[in-house]
T-cell receptor, first 117, second 114 residues
Framework: AQTVTQSQPEMSVQEAETVTLSCTYD???????LFWYKQPPSRQMILVIR??????QNATENRFSVNFQKAAKSFSLKISDSQLGDTAMYFC??????????????FGKGTLLTVNP | DTAVSQTPKYLVTQMGNDKSIKCEQN?????MYWYKQDSKKFLKIMFS???????INETVPNRFSPKSPDKAHLNLHINSLELGDSAVYFCASSQGGQGRNEQFFGPGTRLTVL
């Protein structure tokens, strides 16, 4: 079974600084997708960024970028120029491409990020 | 214009009662999901439906019965509620089972069982 591990339950960063959230996963599949979701205090789940495992290039979305290391099964999220609105719980998630694993997201336990003024 | 909506947003009820949560999406998606987020914020898949057919039932007690009357709706009925059912329940939708397709989440329903 696939597992996703986020080893940092909580992190904090000063406004305008850079922070990196860690995520590792375990899977025997070769093709899959990885996601970072953000859950602010409003409870809404918001997709931050996605990575396709067969693409070597790391995904970027404005201030958000990932460091995807397929061999190490590592998928970290870097947030640059942190803003107060980035304060949220961040979830790393894995999704397969077939065999039923494509019909669900497997989540890590989350990292609570606080951006301090 | 809400993409994925759930009703109610909050539900407080007594142990032993039966309750339903409704979910609707207006994105034209053919796949819908129910996730449970426990008190420690851990999110876990409960059910997945594709074109109204059950694809995944992730070892959920049979007190939970999802129903998909059409592709735009996936309701969750819970019988004989227990204290451990207290959680936030999220509905989500996506287009097909293509892994790269984003799952859009509803606002969640906070269920409290007393």
């Amino acid at each position: 079974a696939q597992t996703v591990t986020q080893s940092q339950p909580e992190m904090s960063v000063q406004e305008a600084e850079t922070v990196t959230l860690s995520c590792t996963y375990d899977t025997s599949e070769n093709n899959y997708y990885l996601f970072w979701y953000k859950q602010p205090p409003s409870r809404q789940m918001i997709l931050v960024i996605r990575q396709e495992a067969y693409k070597q290039q790391n995904a970027t979305e404005n201030r958000f970028s990932v460091n995807f290391q397929k061999a190490a099964k590592s998928f970290s999220l870097k947030i640059s120029d942190s803003q107060l609105g980035d304060t949220a719980m961040y979830f790393c998630a894995w999704r397969g491409r077939s065999g039923g694993s494509n019909y669900k997201l497997t989540f890590g336990k989350g990292t609570l990020l606080t951006v301090n003024p | 214009d809400t993409a994925v909506s759930q009703t109610p947003k909050y539900l407080v009820t007594q142990m032993g009662n039966d309750k339903s949560i409704k979910c609707e999406q207006n994105l034209g998606h053919d796949t819908m999901y129910w996730y449970k987020q426990d008190s420690k914020k851990f999110l876990k898949i409960m059910f997945s439906y594709n074109n109204k057919e059950l694809i995944i039932n992730e070892t959920v007690p049979n007190r939970f019965s999802p129903k998909s009357p059409d592709k735009a709706h996936l309701n969750l009925h819970i019988n004989s509620l227990e204290l451990g059912d207290s959680a936030v329940y999220f509905c989500a939708s996506s287009q097909g089972g293509q892994g790269r397709n984003e799952q859009f989440f509803g606002p969640g329903t906070r269920l409290t069982v007393l």
